[in-house]
């Protein structure tokens, strides 16, 4: 009863800030201005501020119901925003299941996903199956489609109530009209790798988040005075100050680079300032607020385990070598 108290709770919160963001009635689209991607990313940044695995599943939705936009038919992007309209929430689920990847085998779906956020909250996930064609995109709906979940597996020390979890189907009944678009559209550049910086302004947020609970902590305890003190909260002011302009800086250059190996590059960069960032703000809170902020009750606590848990993105060192690739082509270079 407590868990599924949780997820129903979890649930209702992702339904109201979809809501506050405008789309309740019309899934999320793929930004067409400077602005309105900042817009967008603004929204994930402030729900990454107040609370990182809401803004994870947030995030999840946006994706999706980007990418069933861009790839899906007139007649899916309709039923899309039926759907929507319905209530529905979103998410994708592409992490492989190791020993178990997900196959599509002519209207049979068997095998599982990894790291599916929001499983038991969503109604609706994005997957990709392995087809003879390459990965095939399926929208599924999870009360027809129905999931085992291993809910044992998401032990971690941060993110728990993103509720991520192994699923697993066998022999599942697809229809035609969950299948978005031809296979291998997936992992399409430059919207593959770009969309990162969604995250990324996730992750800004959780940086801000920091330095708004280790501030007011230090006001109500009245040490903010202190020198040292003082110091740590100049210097988180920078870092979340940092994390936010360069996501709002990629988002408007996204729209200016004419190569797409230096817009990923920007986002990769972005990815990287970010997570040293946040990082360096974990070690200063900690420093502020010692031994309180580890209590389970402080306002600190969870989000600093959560955000050290999602700062955990796969494959940094190739984010590093794709920024260093494009400055060696002369594609980057520093600018005011």
């Known amino acids: ?167 697993r189907w066998h022999d599942a009944v697809i229809e035609d009209e969950d299948r978005i678009g031809a296979p291998d559209l997936y992992a399409r550049e430059p919207f593959f790798s770009g969309g990162a910086l969604r995250f990324v302004a996730v992750h800004a947020g959780g940086v801000a988040g920091i330095f708004d609970r280790t501030c007011d902590h230090l006001v109500q305890a009245g040490r903010a005075d202190d020198p040292f003190q003082s110091a740590r909260l100049a210097e988180l002011f920078g870092l979340a100050g940092t994390a936010a302009a360069i996501v709002r800086r990629t988002a408007t250059l996204w729209f200016e680079e004419a190569e797409d190996e230096a817009r990923l590059a920007r986002v990769a960069s972005a990815r990287l300032v970010v997570t040293d960032a946040a990082e360096r703000a974990i070690v200063i809170a900690r420093e502020a607020v010692g031994l309180a902020g580890q209590f389970l009750s402080h306002p600190l606590s969870a989000l600093l385990s959560d955000l050290a848990v999602y700062l955990r993105q796969p494959v940094p060192d190739v984010q590093r070598l794709r920024v260093g690739r494009a400055v060696q082509r002369g594609l980057l270079a520093p600018s005011l």
């Open 1 to 167: 009863m407590a868990r599924d108290g949780g997820m129903n709770a979890m649930a209702e919160a992702l339904r109201k800030v979809i809501a506050a963001h405008g789309w309740a009635d019309t899934p999320p689209v793929d930004p067409p201005t400077p602005d309105a991607y900042v817009g967008l990313l603004t929204g994930l940044y402030e729900s990454g501020r107040r609370d990182l695995p809401l803004a994870r599943l947030f995030e999840g939705h946006v994706d999706a119901g980007q990418i069933v936009q861009r790839y899906g038919s007139a007649r899916q992007v309709d039923r899309l925003r039926h759907l929507v309209r319905q209530g529905a929430m979103l998410g994708v689920w592409n992490a492989a299941l190791a020993s178990e990847p997900l196959r599509l085998e002519g209207d049979r779906l068997s095998g599982g996903k990894s790291y599916a956020s929001g499983a038991g909250v969503l109604s609706h996930a994005l997957v990709t199956a392995d087809t003879p064609g390459g990965p095939q995109l399926l929208l599924l709906d999870l009360s027809r489609i129905v999931p085992v979940i291993d809910r044992d597996w998401w032990r971690v020390t941060g993110m728990q109530r993103s509720e991520t979890h192994q699923v």
